[in-house]
């Protein structure tokens, strides 16, 4: 896969919201990825993240947006508004929602009342294995990504773009295992 396609995937998740005591603070936190989970792309296309995908790239200036909107801006961990960190599980993010930020006020109160509950991640891989199977399917591990934005999303997507990108590598490898299996064949009869 191109290295110059930006990804999204996205997972259905527990987003919290919690107000802290001091000040009333607002939260949304969760998790915007998980790890050794398989997600199937297409029928026999499956994608999964490494637990060391993440290690590179959380000193990224990252932000926290909605619905990828980049008008809509949450938070940013350069600003100390995101925090973001990889542990066991997956890619967890915490976002100190501004009181003064009435889209984000609202879907806080979108996410507490659970009418979202969504999350995605916009990023580069950088690092990834494939394992051709012999049943035809075709596994990507992500090893290292280069992590863009963290999205609180209404609907969870996987781009078209990504999605489309893998479909061409799996016809290429096919095309690939097509002509070679012709000059195995075009060799053998010659003999």
């Known amino acids: 896969m191109s290295r110059d396609v930006r990804q999204t995937r996205s997972l259905q998740t527990e987003l919290k919201t919690r107000a802290e005591p001091e000040g009333q603070e ?22 999964e993240i490494a637990p060391e995908a993440f290690n590179s790239t959380l000193s990224n200036d990252v932000r926290a947006l909605i619905n990828h909107d980049t008008m809509f801006v949450l938070g940013r961990n350069k600003s100390g508004t995101l925090e973001l960190k990889a542990d066991s599980f997956g890619l967890w993010g915490r976002v100190k929602v501004n009181p003064n930020d009435s889209d984000a006020v609202n879907l806080y109160e979108r996410v507490r009342r659970g009418d979202v509950d969504q999350c995605s991640f916009g990023f580069n891989i950088t690092r990834e294995d494939t394992e051709w199977r012999d049943d035809g399917s075709v596994k990507w591990t992500i ?16 781009t078209d773009t990504g999605v489309q990108a893998r479909k061409a590598e799996v016809a290429q490898h096919r095309d690939r295992q097509m002509q070679q299996r012709k000059q195995q064949l075009k060799a053998r009869l010659k003999k």
Do not use: C, K
């Not at 998980?34 to 994608?47: D, K, M, S």
């Not at 609180?152 to 997507?157: A, G, I, L, Y």
């Open 26 to 47: 607002m939260i949304i936190e969760g998790y915007f990825a998980v790890f050794n989970r398989q997600t199937e792309l297409w029928p026999g296309a499956i994608e």
């Open 143 to 158: 090893r290292e990504i280069d992590l863009h934005e963290v999205s609180v999303v209404t609907f969870p997507q996987y």
